[in-house]
């Protein structure tokens, strides 16, 4: 729980680690400017793709595997369950 609650006090700061006597709280200011690079962007529409197609291919495989051990592919309601 510490270092997740570092990591967060940290994070509304200007703390770098080579000066730590030029510390100053700035907020949201690291995530205005995060959301305002276009990296952020694109890193953030790859991550929410990747996670919908897994969980779409994870979801087909599943049904599949259901499918196969019920031995019932003309039943439509082994799928549908």
Same mark, same amino acid.
């Given at each position: 729980?510490?270092?997740? &609650? ?15 006597? @030029?510390?100053?709280? =700035?907020?949201?200011? %690291?995530? =205005?400017?995060?959301? %305002?690079?276009?990296?952020?962007? @694109? &890193? ?12 779409? =291919? ?12 019920? @031995?019932?592919?003309?039943?439509? @309601?082994?799928? &549908?369950?």
């Amino acid at each position: 729980m510490y270092p997740f &609650a570092l990591g967060l006090y940290y994070s509304f700061t200007d703390y770098w680690l080579q000066f730590p006597k @030029r510390f100053r709280f =700035i907020w949201f200011g %690291n995530y =205005i400017g995060l959301l %305002n690079r276009p990296l952020f962007s @694109r &890193a953030l529409e790859f991550t929410i793709g990747y996670s919908l197609v897994a969980v779409i =291919i994870q979801v087909g495989l599943d049904s599949l595997w259901r499918c196969s051990c019920t @031995r019932t592919f003309q039943d439509v @309601r082994c799928c &549908a369950r």
